[in-house]
C-alpha cells in the first residue's frame, strides 16, 4: 500500500503560478510511475503529467510547455509546477502512484486530491 499525500494546492490569479507536491510513503524508487491526474466541475479525471521510473515524462497538451512535472528521490517526493494558470486549470488535482507487486500485478493509488482555483 502507497499513500500519497498532496499539498500545495490554493487560490491565484489568471497567470500566476503554483507547486504542488505529493509525498509518498516509501520510497518513489520501487514505483513505477507517478503522475498528476485532475478533475474539473462536470469533466471526467485526465492525465495532467506523468513521470516513469525510468525518467521519461509525458503532458497532456492543454499544459505541455507551461507545467513541469519533477522528482525528488530523497524525499520520495513529486512535485508538479504550474506556470501561467488559466481559469481552465481549475480543479481538483490528484497525486496518482502506479506499482507493480511481488506478483506482478500494476496496483494504482490515488492521494486525496486538493484544490487548484485560477481566478480570471
Known amino acids: 500500500q502507497v499513500h500519497l499525500v498532496e499539498s500545495g494546492g490554493g487560490l491565484v490569479q489568471a497567470g500566476g503560478s503554483l507547486t504542488l507536491s505529493c509525498a509518498a510513503s516509501e520510497s518513489i524508487f520501487s514505483i513505477n510511475a507517478m503522475g498528476w491526474y485532475r478533475r474539473a466541475p462536470g469533466k471526467q479525471r485526465e492525465l495532467v503529467a506523468r513521470?516513469?521510473?525510468?525518467?521519461?515524462?509525458d503532458y497532456a497538451d492543454s499544459v505541455k510547455d507551461r507545467f513541469t512535472i519533477s522528482r525528488d528521490n530523497a524525499k520520495n517526493t513529486v512535485y508538479l509546477q504550474m506556470n501561467s494558470l488559466k481559469p481552465e486549470d481549475t480543479a481538483v488535482y490528484y497525486c496518482?502512484?502506479?506499482?507493480?507487486?511481488?506478483?506482478?500485478?500494476?496496483?494504482?493509488?490515488w492521494g486525496q486530491g486538493t484544490q487548484v482555483t485560477v481566478s480570471s
Open positions: 496518482n502512484a502506479a506499482k507493480t507487486d511481488l506478483w506482478g500485478v500494476l496496483n494504482t493509488y
Open positions: 513521470s516513469t521510473r525510468g525518467g521519461s515524462t
